[in-house]
């Protein structure tokens, strides 16, 4: 179930609503502007516990790298039992598929621009459900995930808000 969490969580860092990607990457330059500590805020996001299991019960997600050209991030979310999901990752902003790790398993993904302060990430597993992530900044200090778990079309399975940390 955390290997669940934790591939749901690559929505930490996936796409966020914009423009046709294309146009956006054109138009976009300089860092995403969401390097540092952010703190899943529980109150503001939904979860979907069928798909995922039990919500988290903390969430912290540390954006070490954010140059224009690529972004760099860890994150831990936290259950009852302990850490539930752990992920990381050095992905470029063009969309090419990299290696990330996720609950120590690697998994292939891809980062996309799609505006100023927004990406899209892609898992692209063989097996299991190809996951899609909507990121980006929606307040200066405020960041939402809108994941796409079940590759069903309609609204985000899940949407996660992570607040900046002082």
Known sequence: MAHLKAAAALAG???LLSA???LAQAQAAGPLGVAGKWTLDLSRSRFNEPLTGAAPISGELDITKDDGKAIAWTLVEEDDEGVAAIQFADAPL???????????????LSVERTGQSSVAVMTHGQTGRRQSMRVGVTAPDTILVEQDIDGKPGPPDQSLVFVRKK
């Open 13 to 15: 860092l996936g796409l």
């Open 94 to 108: 063009d969309g090419s598929p990299t290696r990330a790790v996720v609950n120590f398993n690697f998994v292939t």
């Open 20 to 22: 046709a990607p294309a």
